[in-house]
């Protein structure tokens, strides 16, 4: 299927910027017809994609995080691609899951962003050449309740 | 696309007070301010969470954090006023079977 639309944008690999990518989404999302609840779903795993990019993969060098939209009939396409610098993905994933060791000493403080992609996502692709390349899709199946909604927050 | 943090400290019982949203950007901001109270011993801190319109990973690594700080220092946390959205976010990441959480923020705690 041909993309019907396709918009991106380039960060500054910044923390500050990432809600500013939310608010992009939030527009796209909301303008395609996807619901409330699973627009809310596209910000969270967008917004962990490129948290990855810019904690990980720069960790405070000067760096930009591109994002695009590929905005079909039936889903969404969000890229987000680290552009150079990157984390080894495949072995961070390894040791991610759902927190199911009850002991506190134990718990992690971090790394459930990828978790949370995968979970929220329908489908996630990874392509790792000299950066880290995400393919995260959303379909619009049965979504189309509230065209346009003006529930937009960030 | 910012939050703020308001804190009631009481002897060993502290309340913050959580609006806006928790991200790569503001969970450092929020770790750093309430932190020190979560190394007292035998400290109660209580969340409130019905300000909050979007976190991710980010705050729950935060709110981990806390919660192991507060169980070394034999303290306890309890995270309230937790929207569906944010309910569903503890629940998926299996948190909600560890923390103590409710989407009901209780009076004269």
Do not use: C, W
């Not at chain 2, 979560?38 to 979007?54: F, H, M, P, R, W």
Request: proline fraction near 2%.
């Amino acid at each position: 299927m041909a993309v019907v639309d396709y918009i991106e944008m380039k960060i500054p690999a910044k923390p500050e910027f990432v809600g500013v990518t939310r608010l992009t989404l939030s527009g796209i999302a909301s303008r395609m017809g996807f619901s409330y609840e699973t627009i809310e779903d596209l910000k969270i795993a967008t917004s962990e994609a490129i948290t990855n990019a810019v904690q990980h993969a720069y960790k405070g060098e000067e760096g930009e995080v591109l994002i695009g939209f590929g905005l079909y009939d039936d889903h969404l396409e969000v890229v987000v691609s680290d552009n150079g610098k990157s984390f080894d993905f495949h072995k961070t994933k390894e040791s991610l899951g759902p927190y199911i060791d009850h002991s506190v000493e134990f718990l992690r403080e971090g790394g459930l962003g990828l978790y949370l992609i995968e979970t929220l996502m329908d489908e996630v692709k990874v392509h790792q050449n000299e950066g880290i390349t995400l393919f995260m899709t959303k379909y619009l199946e049965g979504e189309q309740v509230e065209m346009d909604a003006e529930t937009v927050s960030t | 696309m910012n939050i703020s943090i308001d804190v009631r400290e009481q002897e060993l019982q502290t309340t913050i007070t959580l609006a806006g949203e928790i991200d790569a950007y503001t969970a450092p901001k929020l770790r750093e301010t309430a932190f020190p109270y979560t190394e007292k011993q035998y400290a109660n801190v209580v969340i409130d969470l019905s300000g909050v319109s979007y976190m991710d990973s980010t705050g729950l690594g935060v709110f981990v954090g806390l919660f192991k700080s507060l169980n070394a220092n034999e303290g306890t946390l309890k995270l309230v006023g937790l929207s569906d959205r944010l309910k569903r976010l503890f629940d998926i990441t299996g948190l909600a079977d560890i923390m103590n959480i409710n989407s009901v923020a209780e009076g004269g705690v």
